[in-house]
């Protein structure tokens, strides 16, 4: 019998496990003070997002006189979005953006100092970070309630949704694999080319040499 509830309870402990390791992965959290400046340089945090992927921000800005704080959520694309620009935010504040490629998410901050107070280096405020990305940026006790999900369904559903993210990591690593070996062909082709083109032309530059030397020694009648 206790063999029995030993089976029984792995699965269960495997489950639990890989959900634990899997969330902690997708979570991003990062705590960092943000001097102030007349013209403040950006701070920016980056994070990867495939396309179409669900990016809650959570931001708390500390408290702090005479100092203004922006946000803005962009993406390092081709298109360079901006998902998002909030100016002045205070307290907490939450964001969500939806990628629109397979790109890096930036979440960018600056702390601009009111006009007429001195800049300092006791002036910054204390940016407290979480930037949830896809299965983890879902809101499953939300989804449980509406639903009337149990504890174990909940779960289940946080699960499948890791694995439908894994799989299109999967299918992201697959495709740029596939782009990789298309440029290296093509390369490869270019190479050969350039290669034989080489080669003929060698071989025409000589032949023009023998026959240019050929008919210069004949003219000065050294050979027949």
Not at 148 to 154: I, N, P, Q, R, Y
Not at 198 to 215: C, P, Y
Request: aromatic content about 10%; glycine content about 6%; some cysteine.
């Amino acid at each position: 019998m206790s063999s029995l509830r030993i089976h029984l309870s792995s699965p269960l402990i495997l489950l639990a496990t890989l959900l634990i390791v899997l969330q902690a992965h997708l979570t991003y959290a990062i705590k960092f003070e943000l001097p102030a400046y007349r013209f403040p340089p950006a701070k920016c945090i980056w994070n990867a997002a495939h396309t179409g992927a669900l990016v809650i921000v959570t931001a708390n800005v500390g408290p702090g006189e005479n100092q203004r704080v922006d946000v803005e959520i962009v993406g390092s694309g081709e298109h360079k979005n901006t998902y998002l620009s909030k100016k002045g935010i205070k307290g907490e504040a939450r964001f969500a953006i939806t990628a629109h490629s397979e790109e890096d998410v930036g979440v960018c901050f600056k702390n601009y100092l009111d006009a007429g107070v001195s800049p300092s280096k006791q002036l910054s405020r204390v940016i407290d970070l979480d930037v949830d990305i896809g299965a983890d940026a879902v809101d499953y006790n939300a989804i449980a309630n509406q639903e009337s999900l149990s504890g174990l369904e909940t779960e289940m559903r946080k699960l499948e949704g890791v694995v439908k993210e894994i799989v299109d990591e999967l299918d992201y690593l697959k495709r740029r694999e596939e782009r990789f070996q298309a440029t290296n062909l093509s390369t490869n082709r270019r190479v050969q080319n350039f290669a034989w083109f080489t080669f003929f032309a060698l071989i025409g530059l000589g032949t023009w040499q023998i026959l240019h030397l050929r008919s210069f020694f004949k003219r000065k009648y050294l050979i027949d």
